[in-house]
């Protein structure tokens, strides 16, 4: 599908749109368009890269054993069965650079980078398209589609619907696609935010050696500008992968804050307590406004407006909402690009208590407007 080049392709791209809706670039925004965790990086972290610097006149060691040993421990499994990568980004280019020309399955609406990664190894690409309010999946409707050699990409919680897909699903999904030859990668780029916090699939790791998980420090640490993520994977297919990989890719600042932020166990705990109060504030908070939200599994809502709000307007209600959300000061990511959302819906990330107070006044002016 083609992309509406008026609309930016990420979110946190406030710039273009300020532009579009003839609004000052210093208009003041909070941003709602990026699921980072709002607490923002432990307050260590600038040190360590300060002591850390000093390393940056070596190349990085190239297997990158300590981060990977962290890493190991955390997931459960043996340290050949983890690839570091210059962020989740990497990984999914990577998986892709091993199935080259190839064909994949990808399970839609979802994040737009299994689409481009495939583009760009030309991948023949299928989308099984799941529809709301639940976009549930049902394993037969991949049955015709999985072949030998096929990938499955799914995302687990999705973005941008934050569903997450049953256990028993993936599990029914793995076994079909092993008894087709096929890999299923899972990307759990935002499971750190899902209740309860036991949701990730690492263990399934030990039954099928047909799965890639893809995972990012990136949403939890709200590092973005640093690019951390792995993949894990069989010990045999971790090698493959690696065949794809530039050497240092991972440059060494990355590397070495690998292990200090899986152990920083009171800003999880700390990241899990807000959680805990604000989603089920938010979600409720959303819904009492008159939109229409999916139950949300991830630290971010997929909402729609009432569609009777527009009245002789060529604009749809979500783009009216989007433009007066902007207005008063709040950036939603729209979903322009994503098949079978198509613009209609918004996606809102939960911030702290304070901004998720301001997203449900915005929402209340907006509808006494
Ligand atoms: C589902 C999903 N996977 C992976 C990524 C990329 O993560 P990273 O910043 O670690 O490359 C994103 C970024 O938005 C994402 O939404």
Redesign the pocket.
């Known amino acids: 599908m083609t992309q509406d080049t008026r609309w930016p392709s ?2 946190g791209q406030a710039a273009p749109l300020l532009t579009r809706f003839g609004l000052p670039c210093d208009h003041p925004l909070l941003d709602f368009s ?2 980072l965790n709002p607490l923002g990086a432990p307050d260590w972290v600038p040190s360590c890269l300060a002591a850390a610097a000093k390393g940056l006149e070596r190349y990085p060691t190239p297997d990158y054993r300590l981060a990977r040993e962290a890493i190991a421990r955390e997931a459960g499994v043996s340290l050949e069965q983890v690839l570091l990568t210059n ?4 990984a ?1 280019f990577l998986v892709a650079a091993a199935h080259a020309g190839g064909q994949a399955v990808i399970v839609q609406p ?2 737009t ?1 299994y689409a481009r990664a495939c583009r760009a190894f030309a991948i023949a690409i299928d989308d099984v398209c799941l529809t709301p309010p639940d976009f549930s999946l049902d394993p037969a409707r991949l049955a015709v589609s999985l072949d030998r050699g096929t990938l499955l990409f799914l ?1 687990r919680p999705n ?1 941008p619907t934050a569903t997450l897909l049953p256990r028993e699903t993936i599990e029914a999904l793995l076994t079909l696609a092993a008894l087709r030859g096929s890999r299923v990668v899972i ?1 759990e ?2 499971i750190d935010f899902v209740t309860p916090f036991d949701e990730s699939l690492a263990p399934l790791l030990a039954r099928f050696d047909n799965l890639i998980l ?1 995972r ?4 939890l640490y709200a590092l ?1 500008g640093l ?3 792995y993949l894990l994977a069989s010990a045999s297919l971790v090698r493959e992968l690696q065949a794809c990989q530039p050497p240092w890719s991972v440059n060494h600042l990355a590397a070495e804050l690998v292990t200090p932020l899986l152990a920083d166990g009171a800003f999880q705990a700390r990241t899990r307590q807000w959680l805990s109060g604000e989603h089920p504030r938010l979600q409720a908070g959303l819904a009492a406004k008159g939109l229409e939200v999916i139950p949300s599994r991830a630290n971010f809502f997929l909402v729609r407006p009432p569609l009777e709000t527009v009245v002789g307007s060529a604009q749809t209600a979500s783009a009216a909402l989007f433009e007066r959300l902007l207005r008063a000061g709040i950036l939603a990511r729209h979903t322009h690009g994503f098949p079978g959302l198509d613009g209609d819906w918004l996606r809102l990330a939960l911030r702290e208590g304070d901004a998720n107070t301001r997203l449900l006044a915005a929402l209340s002016e907006e509808r006494t407007a």
């Open positions: 990420h979110g990026t699921n962020g989740g980004a990497e999914i979802t994040f980078e995302c973005n990307d780029a935002f893809l990012s420090l990136t949403k973005p690019r951390m993520g």
